[in-house]
């Protein structure tokens, strides 16, 4: 019989952008038994319709909720959330925690009152982040630009490929190139992906910027629903499972085993 402390936390992404989502969960629970999950046969969702994402995403977690029976469920991925987290709480008997842009937090910070978000297409065009805005940033100027590049940008980095910064200087130019935007202060990683680039971020913007993201307010999140449950006494080996596991897959192996996953399957 399974001992009941050995029911993994699973964390989802279509890629290597929730490690930035998990990190500060194990900084919390450091002998939480973890499976990560990277959608790599979907990657990457920003460029995805609604619908595809809509319909893919409780159904693979379907799968892997019977498959890995986790005692909760993190979407670490901003468009994922912001699409389909209420489909995937609907449908699974399980804890789904999401991932939304840190537009609050954003706003609490910002003294110049203008406001960078920085995602992937998918999420910066979600009602989601209208919401978020009107709720919480209503007295700022609020600016989002969308960024494929920087998602792989960020896989690349973890994969151990170097990047100039022009390639960063480009994304943020997105940002600081619309009307009002050199006066931004504060950028919201609304993608997972991104706070593992923030230092390159913050190089190629050649200016004092605030970066904010959600991991860890997620991660106390994690911690708070998780509290008073039995743990293993020691941290284990965790596991990441891709959907489609090749070579790209294979040449992450040593960032995530930096992140306590050292074993790789795919599913």
């Not at 008997?93 to 840190?102: E, F, K, L, N, Y």
Request: overall charge negative; charged content about 20%; glycine content about 10%.
């Amino acid at each position: 019989m399974t001992d009941p402390r050995d029911r993994p936390l699973l964390f989802f992404d279509s890629g290597v952008g929730g490690l930035s989502v998990l990190a500060p969960a194990r900084a919390l629970i450091p002998t939480a038994p973890i499976v990560y999950v990277a959608d790599s046969a979907g990657y990457p969702y920003g460029t995805r319709s609604e619908a595809e994402i809509a319909a893919r995403v409780p159904a693979l977690l379907g799968r892997l909720a019977e498959r890995y029976d986790p005692r909760l469920i993190v979407i670490a991925c901003n468009t994922a959330s912001t699409i389909a987290l209420a489909a995937v709480r609907a449908a699974l008997d399980v804890g789904v925690v999401g991932t939304v842009p840190a537009i609050k937090p954003a706003a609490e910070a910002s003294v110049s009152r203008v406001i960078g978000v920085l995602g992937t297409d998918a999420t910066v065009r979600q009602p989601y982040v209208d919401d978020l805005a009107a709720r919480f940033a209503a007295d700022c100027t609020v600016l989002r630009h969308g960024s494929a590049a920087l998602v792989e940008l960020a896989e690349a980095k973890l994969r151990g490929e170097a990047a100039d910064l022009a390639a960063y200087r480009v994304v943020l130019a997105g940002l600081f190139g619309q009307p009002g935007g050199e006066r931004i202060d504060t950028i919201v990683n609304a993608c997972t992906h991104f706070p593992l680039v923030v230092d390159e971020l913050t190089a190629a913007a050649g200016q004092r910027l605030r970066f904010v993201d959600g991991g860890p307010g997620i991660g106390r999140r994690v911690a708070h629903l998780t509290a008073g449950q039995d743990w293993p006494d020691v941290a284990g080996e965790g596991v990441a499972v891709f959907t489609r596991l090749d070579a790209r897959a294979e040449a992450l192996a040593p960032a995530l085993r930096g992140y306590g996953l050292g074993r790789i399957e795919g599913l």
